[in-house]
Structure formats: structure tokens, C-alpha cells
């Protein structure tokens, strides 16, 4: 078996068993291909000192030292596959250090341009001189902008909600994850008469009518694409008067946590609603409790100036 065969096997354990998402299988597929067609002989055949010289050669063309980290968690993954299957009898992987990641503060929005952001949506959708079309978009992309703020979903987990979430109108709503994990997350009453509105406007499109998908769109997953959606808030930041260049659907997802977290939230209860499985993942968000305690002793000690 060569290692483009064993690259396909291990994409189909990856998606059978493990319930790997579309884009995940898509990013391991890259990453591994990348690297078997680096290396003399394939990957599934390299030996440690292959692996780590194709490490030292996407460094040297500029990778993040994040991709990099990507990348040999992609190949540990593949390796343990082979030797888990009999497919080879040692693990290359075993003694290759990790590349050295910093921290960056992820991105967020402060709670002023968020306001802001959502109030220019409302405004919009609410715009009577707006056509039909226009008026269309403009409700979906309130709903989808509200929705998204009160939920700190992932994009993707956005895009694809069925429409039941909003038949049913309740105060929480179950979300299919990754690796097909399901939480609870719940939603606001803002959302919630955000979403009654674009199901109003949703019932008088025919061909969104038989969908199961909340956001109904012409394409292949049949749902609104990541794409679209990210392209539609920059035009909104842009309008709101908020640079494009700050905003995007992740960035909102931070700032869903941020804010939580800044008003008092237990940082494990913000790992719960964001869908994290593990607590490390949520604690990028350290800084912010870091701020709240000073904020905190400075405000409420007896010795502070």
C-alpha cells in the first residue's frame, strides 16, 4: 500500500470511526499530502530524520510556528494510525519535539462596536424602503448576527442550524459540535425575535420552504456557505462605521466569551457553551480573568489605592 492509499485509510478512520467534520478531513488532507510529496519516497515510509527535515523546511519558508505545530499533529495522528493497524512497526513521531508556540490574544470586539454592530443589523433589517430582496438579506443577516453573539457558535455550526431551532422558539437549544458532540447552548430574546423574523421572511421564499436548514441557500451543503456569511458581516462592520479588517465570525465568537467572561462567568462554564473539549482550548481567554482580578482587588480591597 503506498502512501497515498494510506493516507485515504486513514481519512476513512478518521471519518468512520472518530466523526471527523468535512473541514477537518480536508485540513489533515492538505497537511499530509503536502508533506508526502516533500519527502523522497512518500510519507508513510520517512523515517524520523525525513520528518524533521521537512519541519525545518516549511519553517524556512516562513510557516507560522502554529501551522507547523499543525502539521506534526496531522503526521503524529497519521503515524499512530500505521502502527495502531500493523501498518508499520514503529512510530517515527515518537521523538520530534514539538515547534515552540507563543500565545496570541485572539481577536475580539469591545462591547461598545458590538453593540453597535448588532444595532446597525436591527436598523437595517428593520428598513421598510428596503426591496424585497435586499430587505431578505437584510434579516438573515440579523438573525445570523444575533444568533451569533448570543451563542458563541462556531461558524460552521452557525450556517448549518436546522430550522427546528427556531420552530420551536425555546430559551436553549441543542448543537451538533465537533466529532458529532452534542451541548446545550442557549439563546437570547433578542435572538430568539431575531430568528422569528427571518423564518416570517424565509416562508415567503418557495424554494427555502422544504428546507431543513435554518439558512437555506443554493449550494452544495444546500445551507448558507462560511464564506457568504463572513463576506455580508464585513459590509456590515463597514457600514456600522467598525474597520472590516477587525471583524469576522470568529471574531464575534470571542467576543461572545470575552464579554462573559469580563461580567463574571466561570471560565468552565464558557469552555461548556463554546463547545471546547478541552479546558486548555478555553484558557486563551486567561488574560481576561487576569484584568477582571485586578479590577476586582483594586476596586474591593481594603488597601487599594
Same mark, same amino acid.
Request: aromatic residues 6%.
Given at each position: 500500500?503506498?502512501?497515498?492509499?494510506?493516507?485515504?485509510?486513514?481519512?476513512?478512520?478518521?471519518?468512520?470511526?472518530?466523526?471527523?467534520?468535512?473541514?477537518?478531513?480536508?485540513?489533515?488532507?492538505?497537511? *499530509?499530502?503536502?508533506?508526502?510529496?516533500?519527502?523522497?519516497?512518500?510519507?508513510?515510509?520517512?523515517?524520523?530524520?525525513?520528518?524533521?527535515? =521537512?519541519?525545518?523546511?516549511?519553517?524556512?519558508?516562513? /510557516?507560522?510556528?502554529?501551522?507547523?505545530?499543525?502539521?506534526?499533529?496531522?503526521?503524529?495522528? !497519521? !503515524?499512530?494510525?500505521? =502502527?495502531?493497524? $500493523?501498518?508499520?512497526?514503529?512510530?517515527?513521531?515518537?521523538?520530534?519535539?514539538?515547534?515552540?508556540? $507563543? %500565545?496570541?490574544?485572539?481577536?475580539? &470586539?469591545?462591547?461598545?462596536?458590538?453593540?453597535?454592530?448588532?444595532?446597525?443589523?436591527?436598523?437595517?433589517?428593520?428598513?421598510?424602503?428596503?426591496?424585497?430582496?435586499?430587505?431578505?438579506?437584510? *434579516?438573515? *443577516?440579523?438573525?445570523?448576527?444575533?444568533?451569533? =453573539?448570543?451563542?458563541? *457558535?462556531?461558524?460552521?455550526?452557525?450556517?448549518?442550524?436546522?430550522?427546528?431551532?427556531?420552530?420551536?422558539?425555546?430559551?436553549?437549544? &441543542?448543537?451538533?459540535?465537533?466529532?458529532?458532540?452534542?451541548?446545550?447552548?442557549?439563546?437570547?430574546?433578542?435572538?430568539?425575535?431575531?430568528? %422569528?423574523?427571518?423564518?416570517?421572511?424565509?416562508?415567503?421564499?418557495?424554494? /427555502?420552504?422544504?428546507?431543513?436548514?435554518? !439558512?437555506?441557500?443554493?449550494?452544495?451543503?444546500?445551507?448558507?456557505?462560511?464564506?457568504? !456569511?463572513?463576506?455580508?458581516?464585513?459590509?456590515?462592520?463597514?457600514?456600522?462605521?467598525?474597520?472590516?479588517?477587525?471583524?469576522?465570525?470568529?471574531?464575534?465568537?470571542?467576543? /461572545?466569551?470575552?464579554?462573559?467572561?469580563?461580567? $463574571?462567568?466561570?471560565?468552565?462554564? #464558557?469552555?461548556?457553551?463554546?463547545?471546547?473539549?478541552?479546558?486548555?482550548?478555553?484558557?486563551?481567554?486567561?488574560?481576561?480573568?487576569?484584568?477582571?482580578? #485586578?479590577?476586582?482587588?483594586?476596586?474591593?480591597?481594603?488597601?487599594?489605592?
Amino acid at each position: 500500500m503506498n502512501s497515498a492509499a494510506r493516507i485515504e485509510a486513514f481519512l476513512e478512520m478518521m471519518s468512520a470511526e472518530r466523526g471527523a467534520a468535512e473541514n477537518t478531513l480536508s485540513s489533515y488532507r492538505r497537511d *499530509l499530502e503536502d508533506a508526502s510529496a516533500e519527502i523522497d519516497g512518500g510519507l508513510a515510509g520517512a523515517a524520523a530524520a525525513d520528518i524533521r527535515g =521537512y519541519l525545518d523546511e516549511i519553517a524556512a519558508r516562513g /510557516f507560522a510556528a502554529t501551522s507547523q505545530a499543525r502539521k506534526l499533529s496531522a503526521i503524529r495522528q !497519521f !503515524f499512530k494510525f500505521l =502502527y495502531a493497524e $500493523g501498518l508499520r512497526g514503529d512510530d517515527p513521531t515518537g521523538t520530534l519535539d514539538s515547534p515552540k508556540k $507563543g %500565545r496570541p490574544l485572539p481577536k475580539t &470586539m469591545s462591547e461598545a462596536d458590538t453593540g453597535r454592530l448588532i444595532d446597525r443589523a436591527a436598523q437595517e433589517a428593520a428598513d421598510a424602503s428596503l426591496n424585497d430582496g435586499d430587505n431578505l438579506a437584510a *434579516l438573515r *443577516l440579523h438573525a445570523l448576527v444575533e444568533v451569533l =453573539y448570543a451563542t458563541g *457558535l462556531r461558524v460552521s455550526e452557525l450556517v448549518g442550524l436546522p430550522v427546528t431551532v427556531a420552530l420551536r422558539d425555546d430559551r436553549f437549544f &441543542m448543537v451538533r459540535g465537533k466529532g458529532d458532540k452534542e451541548r446545550m447552548v442557549p439563546l437570547s430574546a433578542k435572538a430568539r425575535m431575531a430568528m %422569528r423574523a427571518w423564518l416570517a421572511a424565509r416562508a415567503t421564499v418557495p424554494a /427555502f420552504a422544504d428546507s431543513p436548514f435554518l !439558512f437555506p441557500a443554493a449550494s452544495d451543503s444546500g445551507y448558507l456557505s462560511r464564506q457568504v !456569511f463572513a463576506r455580508d458581516l464585513k459590509g456590515l462592520a463597514a457600514r456600522a462605521g467598525i474597520a472590516s479588517a477587525k471583524i469576522s465570525p470568529h471574531v464575534l465568537r470571542h467576543a /461572545f466569551a470575552s464579554h462573559l467572561l469580563q461580567s $463574571g462567568a466561570d471560565l468552565r462554564a #464558557v469552555q461548556q457553551l463554546l463547545g471546547h473539549a478541552d479546558i486548555s482550548t478555553t484558557q486563551i481567554y486567561t488574560h481576561v480573568l487576569e484584568e477582571r482580578l #485586578v479590577r476586582l482587588v483594586n476596586d474591593h480591597h481594603p488597601l487599594a489605592d
